[in-house]
């Protein structure tokens, strides 16, 4: 990357009131306030959000995807952290 | 933790295409197939900017107010198009500088259609409703490649480019209800456009040196010539609706395939101009050359005065 390459930014929208912000894509800006400028250009052309976060791609941490493993397979087995996993006695019907 | 042999991962590797998982920028892949999409959505990248410049020709002259915004609307979309396709190119590892520097350089070419000049006003709607339409046919197939950040930029393009077939289509379609010069205004753009277009989808699957590969790592899901032949059945009865006659004497509606046959391209041509002795090859890369020397104090300034403001709130 040459000096005078522009920082990336990754671009998150909310598309409504209510919903959270979900990641749409990425562009290159000089500074957050330029981001937030090109990411209203691009992102939002029609109609798909009414706010905007955006954050320089280089401070995000990421989990390593050959840990995931390691990372994710013990929730698959703890199925009692899931409502379906109890019995209910005839006569219930939502709980 | 097991230590994987560069043998088990490519087998994993497989598993997972075969199993239609997503592959993720930092996930484990075989260098090919990292250059194999670095090649191609970059290439798909350049097509869209490069291919701003065929109908930017058009926008101050479009005929009315109404068409002069459309035709905008549709060029910045494509702006917007070559941006996701960047980014997607770069979370493969290699930077925007040095992809932009590969097209401006000729080591990446970009789709053969944008070296045909745009003569008439019709030629805005030929390359809406053709050139569009064929991308479109390549693109919803793509919607379900294997890189993760391709498909997504493809499902956002397709949602996108839904217009500009229609505004392309829409543009002939008034013109065949003109008058008779109006007419053959547009026939004209269609007998120029109907054959490149066609070569749009690349070289024949016995020609095509990338297909087998690129199905088999399911970053192609059909070939060349399975959407060439699915484009053609779709644009044959548009162009009868509106009484446009399509340049080729071979083509006839075969009741046994259940698909129209159509005549021999001529792959000359293709290669001819895809090896940069098109009618426009030249202008095109020197246009996004003399875009980029010429805009450079543009994007330096703005990062100057980026780099002051942070220094002004830190005071
Ligand atoms: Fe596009
Ligand atoms: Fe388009």
Known sequence: MSANEWPLWEVFIRSKQGLNHKHVGSLRAPDAEMALQNARDVYTRRSEGISIWVVQSSLISASDPTEADALFEPADTKIYRHPTFYDLPDGIEHM | ?315
């Open chain 2, 1 to 315: 933790m097991e230590i994987l042999t560069p043998e088990k991962l490519a087998e994993h590797f497989q598993a997972k295409i075969d199993a239609d998982i997503k592959i993720e920028p930092n996930d484990w892949m075989p260098d090919n197939y990292r250059k194999t999409l670095i090649r191609q959505i970059s290439q798909h990248a350049h097509s869209e900017i490069v291919g701003m410049l065929p109908e930017g020709n058009w926008i101050t002259r479009a005929p009315s107010l109404r068409r002069k915004a459309v035709l905008l609307a549709k060029v910045q979309d494509e702006a917007g198009h070559g941006l996701y396709l960047y980014s997607a190119t770069e979370t493969l590892g290699i930077s925007r500088e040095e992809t932009i520097d590969d097209l401006h350089e000729g080591r990446v070419k970009y789709s053969s259609i944008f070296n045909y000049p745009t003569l008439t006003w019709a030629d805005m709607g030929a390359v809406g409703w053709l050139v569009d339409g064929a991308a479109i046919m390549n693109q919803v197939a793509l919607c379900r490649t294997s890189y993760g950040p391709y498909a997504r930029a493809m499902v956002k393009i397709c949602k996108e480019e839904s217009f500009h077939q229609r505004q392309g289509y829409e543009i002939m379609t008034i013109l065949m209800n003109g008058t008779e010069l109006q007419k053959a205004m547009a026939q004209d753009a269609l007998n120029r456009f109907w054959w490149p277009a066609l070569m749009m989808f690349g070289p024949s699957d016995a020609e095509s040196k990338h297909t087998e590969q690129s199905m088999r790592w399911r970053i192609k899901r059909y070939t060349n010539d399975e959407l060439r032949q699915s484009f053609v059945d779709a644009t044959v009865p548009q162009a009868e609706l509106i009484g446009l006659s399509i340049p080729d004497p071979k083509l006839k509606w075969n009741e046994e395939r259940g698909h129209y046959d159509f005549g021999d391209i001529d792959w000359d041509e293709f290669w001819q101009v895809v090896g940069g002795n098109g009618p426009c090859n030249k202008e095109r890369i020197e246009a996004r050359v003399k875009a980029k020397e010429e805009g450079a104090w543009v994007r330096d300034a703005a990062m100057a005065f980026a780099e002051k403001r942070k220094l002004r709130q830190n005071q």
